[in-house]
């Protein structure tokens, strides 16, 4: 990867752990589905100038599909069902390996070995804070774990992976267009799962309890976590293989954390220092190599 965009590719992981600070803000008054219906349907209003870029219809609705419902309705309903939100963050991340794994069978593009390596290194780093954020590393606590909620987060980082290989496949596409008119076709069914399991009485009361910090949580995650960052997102997904860009979100957990930490105040355990250590090294182990990882031609991946 060229070094400017090994830069884009931070700065975007950086933006999205930050996002965790707004999140948890807004889900004070917001609940978790209609939040995330109002963070695409601010991203969707610049359809109503951008024309929809020359992508098959049902190419575009199954990458928002996994991509923005699949992700964040899976995450959200991880989190509903129990799981701590700062493990549902690390668990997403098994994203990474899925979309490695992807790409190797459906491309005959084998990642080189320091992705693998650095990809180990990383899913150390993932254990380790997941275990110190977890009621699992917590013995004393003696409380059951919530299997449903792990598998509903798990199947969120499948279904980011899904989506980082069905935006690869999209080829060149005026990305910011893209990502405006997928925010339009997920906003719909995400509106509809918040009327279905949230229900229009929850959904009236957050009225009152609406304010400036809520707004502002709604204009972060909507503009800059979402059009923005999944605008270079999906850039640096045409010019790269996914199994090269999909390491990098590792730092999305890193960067919650230490926001978290630094603006929210919550304590750091000394375990979750070595896994961020731990995932960094990967991230240079990977980078290293920055002259691999660009997107191969048409003859050297499968476009079934």
């Known amino acids: 990867m060229k070094i400017q965009d090994i830069g884009l590719a931070i700065m975007t992981t950086v933006i999205w752990g930050l996002s965790f600070v707004f999140i948890k803000v807004g889900l004070t008054a917001v609940p978790p589905l209609f939040l995330a219906f109002l963070r695409f349907g601010?991203?969707?209003?610049?359809c109503l100038w951008l024309p929809r870029p020359r992508v098959g219809f049902w190419h575009m609705f199954f990458c928002a599909g996994f991509l923005f419902v699949g992700q964040f309705g899976l995450g959200f309903v991880g989190i509903s069902r129990g799981l701590p939100a700062?493990?549902?963050s690390v668990v997403v991340q098994s994203q990474v390996f899925f979309t490695i794994a992807l790409m190797s069978i459906l491309s005959r593009n084998i990642?080189?070995?320091r992705v693998w390596l650095g990809g180990a290194a990383g899913c150390a780093g993932l254990a380790m804070i997941g275990y110190s954020v977890s009621?699992?590393?917590?013995a004393e606590l003696g409380g059951a774990f919530p299997v449903l909620g792990f598998m509903c987060s798990l199947g969120s980082g499948l279904a980011w992976a899904i989506g980082n290989v069905l935006l690869f496949r999209m080829g060149k596409v005026n990305v910011l267009a893209n990502t405006v008119w997928m925010s339009l076709f997920a906003s719909v069914p995400l509106l509809l799962l918040s009327y279905w399991f949230e229900g229009?009485?929850?959904?009236v009361a957050?009225?009152?309890?609406?304010?400036?910090?809520?707004?502002?949580?709604?204009?972060y995650i909507g503009i800059i976590a979402t059009l923005l960052c999944y605008a270079i997102w999906g850039k640096l997904l045409q010019n790269y293989v996914p199994s090269v860009v999909a390491p990098f979100s590792l730092l999305v957990p890193v960067t919650g954390i230490l926001a978290t930490a630094v603006i929210l105040g919550e304590r750091l355990h000394p375990l979750e220092m070595i896994g961020v250590g731990t995932i960094l090294s990967g991230l240079t182990i990977i980078s290293l190599n920055l002259r691999r990882g660009h997107r191969p031609g048409p003859d050297t991946v499968a476009r079934a």
């Open 42 to 46: 601010l991203a969707a209003l610049p």
């Open 86 to 88: 700062g493990l549902a």
């Open 111 to 113: 990642p080189h070995w």
């Open 135 to 138: 009621d699992v590393g917590c």
């Open 200 to 203: 229009p009485s929850r959904i």
């Open 206 to 219: 957050m009225i009152d309890d609406f304010d400036y910090l809520s707004l502002l949580s709604v204009l």
